[in-house]
């Protein structure tokens, strides 16, 4: 199956549900991969690109977070007074240019972020917190599940960054493509669960609605694999574009719904807006 095409022909073909019932299983399948793989791929592309965003990007809220700051052989220098707690209206943009949705963490005012570049800690930490130490990232989701990323392995280059809205840019675009790896890693789990939950939704929602009783789970199933591909295309277009709605998939799952129930009827021999009997619905 020719992938753009499908995409193309199960959205707007009336026809391509009856093809669709004789499709093997292994091309399905490859054609779910491919819808998760090219939606991280671009998803991903798009927030690296965005990043340095004169509006939208992260570069501005990067220097406010760390002025008066800068990485030297991978040790962490810090001009001011440590420990320090950077106000959440510069740290979770950040968070959520990164996470690639907005709401990360709410309307909380906890930044969750702690840089304190001292050799000692004489203060008690609620987690779940990032703490900046002089050569390491720790997050500490607990008080027993620490993790500790020193800054020569959380960057691509930690021999010395100056937090100057020049250099960081400039840092963004010449290793966009470790920042891409690192971003397109976590965007495949996330379509992969996003997909699969649109579908296993929509075979539910078809299946216990289903006006021809002889269709199993499994048709219902199938049909939606294809038509996902609203959501699809949907988040393609709305991460192109940098702009982040909470309610983006309430929307295309509304618009994947009248594709799946087209779908149904189509694959049953009746087209829309015909009633015909009840026996036209059996496949």
Known sequence: MNFFLTIHRSIF??????????FKKGSIFAFFLKQVFFTALIASSAQVYYL??????????????FEGMEIKNGILHSSREVPLIPSSAYVIPILEQFAGFPLFLGDTEDSLFIIDTSS????SIRPPVFLLRADRLE?????KWIMNVPYTKLLPSADNIIFSKQFISEYIRKYSLFFLMQLFLPNIFMFLMLLTFSIVFLSMAAFFFRVDRTRSFKQHLRMAIFAVTPITV???LTAVSGVKLSWTWHVLI?????????AMLISGGVTPGNSGDDNDFKS
């Open 254 to 262: 509304f618009l994947s719904t009248i594709v799946m129930f087209r």
């Open 120 to 123: 000692y800690i004489n203060y």
């Open 234 to 236: 949907g988040t393609i």
């Open 139 to 143: 997050i500490i989701v607990n008080e």
């Open 13 to 22: 073909d009336l026809q391509f549900y009856k093809e669709a019932k004789i």
């Open 52 to 65: 340095t965003d004169p509006q939208r990007g992260i570069v501005e809220n990067v220097v406010k977070v």
